[in-house]
């Protein structure tokens, strides 16, 4: 088959590389995506060319008219190269009006994705969540024993490099923290926010009476928080979470990377609570904690005492086996979908 992924975030280039890997000596592919540099040096480190379409916009009203490029162009694309499957957010439109098949990896609840539930996903052909969100109940939805972090960081497909860590004069014992900070610039980020520059400052000086601490963000950081700046480069994030003592973060995605891997998390934002996967995660496996930004002194408490602990990180990799165990090996689970597709969405469907 002829497949054409577009991609709309950088995490997505991890769980579409492990697909690709899968399926690239069957199938053809055509990558596209915008104009975002870390993109860019993800597909480039997995070795997969890309077609760039345009430029992000900025504000509702540009990324909307943006939005309207994007999908002609790969409309154009999907009709040229005669594409059988797109996947993507911006593909489900896009492949209206040809003989492709759309698909979407879905792992927000509808109730936090209003604006894409109410105008992308009824028309996309078929859509793959985690069965944590199967109370939804979607009759388009194949829903999977997992999470998307497991089709990249599963242990069949990841191990963490220890040489990362040696490249920054940093030792596998060493205490050290991670604080992810995010932009909330996606569409379905609008009216949501995380941590207050007050919140991260006072983080800041928490956390580093226990051990170094580092910041990765999605926008420019501060100048007093500059010389916290994380040093690597984005392909070695994975091992540098992977050995971290601990997360605290406003971001969701980097919180479920850390579930996977076995690293305590904290996360401050307005999602709290509200996000299936994440709930799973916290609720039953207690591999995060979540807070609302009005709840931040509680989360201070809530690390403070994690911090006190001294916690042996053999507790938290028992819980993340607990997780593993209940779940399925992604990656491969998505590749019998595509190569059998649509007889085994069909079959899944109607089971």
Same mark, same amino acid.
């Given at each position: ?37 870390? %993109? ?10 890309? =077609? %760039? ?9 540009? /990324? ?13 694309? =999907? ?31 509808? *109730? ?50 220890? #040489? ?10 060493? #205490? ?16 949501? &926010? ?20 580092? !910041? ?13 700046? =994380?040093?690597?480069? %984005? ?12 997360? #605290? ?10 579930? #996977? ?19 799973? *995660? ?6 995060? %904690? ?15 005492? &994690? ?7 053999? *507790? ?11 779940? !399925? ?20 469907? /109607?089971?």
């Amino acid at each position: 088959m002829k497949i054409l992924i577009d991609v709309g975030h950088p995490a997505q280039v991890h769980y579409y590389s492990a697909l690709y890997k899968f399926l690239k000596d069957d199938h053809s592919f055509i990558f596209t995506c915008r104009d975002q540099q870390i %993109v860019a040096d993800l597909l480039k480190y997995y070795g997969i060319p890309y =077609i %760039v379409i345009g430029e992000k916009g900025t504000g509702l009203k540009q /990324k909307a008219l943006k939005q309207l490029n994007f999908t002609k162009t790969l409309h154009n694309l =999907i009709k040229s190269h005669e594409i059988d499957l797109a996947f993507g957010v911006s593909s489900v439109l896009a492949s209206k009006g040809s003989k492709a098949k759309s698909i979407v990896f879905c792992d927000d609840d509808r *109730e936090a994705i209003k604006l894409i539930s109410k105008t992308i996903l009824p028309f996309a052909d078929t859509i793959i969540s985690p069965d944590s969100l199967s109370h939804e109940g979607s009759p388009k939805t194949v829903y999977y024993p997992g999470s998307h972090e497991l089709s990249y960081l599963h242990p069949n497909r990841y191990q963490p490099d220890p #040489v990362v860590l040696q490249n920054y004069g940093l030792r596998e014992e060493e #205490v050290y923290f991670i604080l992810r900070l995010t932009a909330f610039k996606a569409y379905h980020d609008h009216g949501n &926010h995380g941590l207050t520059t007050v919140q991260k400052k006072d983080l800041v000086e928490r956390l580093s009476q226990y051990g170094r601490v580092y !910041i990765t963000s999605e926008t420019p950081i501060d100048g007093e928080f500059e010389k916290y700046r =994380i040093p690597v480069k %984005v392909h070695e994030m994975h091992s540098f979470l992977a050995y971290a003592s601990m997360l #605290v973060s406003d971001s969701q995605t980097m919180t479920s990377e850390a579930a #996977v891997l076995g690293v305590p998390s904290f996360r401050c934002n307005t999602f709290a609570g509200r996000l299936s996967v994440l709930e799973e *995660e916290e609720k039953r496996y207690g591999l995060t %904690v979540g807070f609302k930004p009005w709840q931040f002194n509680w989360m201070i408490d809530a690390i403070t005492k &994690h911090l006190q602990r001294r916690a042996d990180r053999t *507790e938290w990799y028992m819980k993340r086996d607990m997780f593993i165990r209940d779940k !399925i090996d992604v990656t491969p689970f998505w590749a019998s979908l595509i190569n059998d597709y649509p007889k085994s969405i069909d079959k899944l469907l /109607k089971t």
